[in-house]
């Protein structure tokens, strides 16, 4: 059974960092894109990054382009995600997920594996 576990989530303020851990386990994914999406409260889930098996491609929204970084370590089947200068806006739940194949994208149907989520509050 797969499983995709999120943590590293929680408060902090705005401009600060946070990082995000999303360990898989079930299969291997190192051929496979992961990504992280999140979503507020009110709001539809919506695209974070995305990150390709090999880790050479890397895909963000534009909010949180120059501020994130994703990464992984197929080593541990995790992925990644640091977040830096956050802003008030930043806070929801994160959620990791993963692909049955290759390819980053921001399409939320293409992934097949999905954690629990992890809570990110930013507060002033």
Known sequence: QV????????????????????AASGRTFSSAAMGWFRQAPGKEREFVASISGSGYMTYYSDSVKGRFTISRD???NSVYLLMSSLKLEDT???????????????EFKRYAYWGQGTQVTVSS
């Not at 499983?3 to 999303?22: H, I, K, P």
């Not at 929801?92 to 921001?106: E, P």
């Open 3 to 22: 499983q995709l576990v999120e943590s590293g989530g929680g408060l902090v303020q705005a401009g600060g960092s946070l990082s995000l851990s999303c």
């Open 74 to 76: 197929n080593a541990k």
């Open 92 to 106: 929801a739940v994160y959620y990791c997920a993963a692909r049955d194949s290759n390819g980053a994208t921001n």
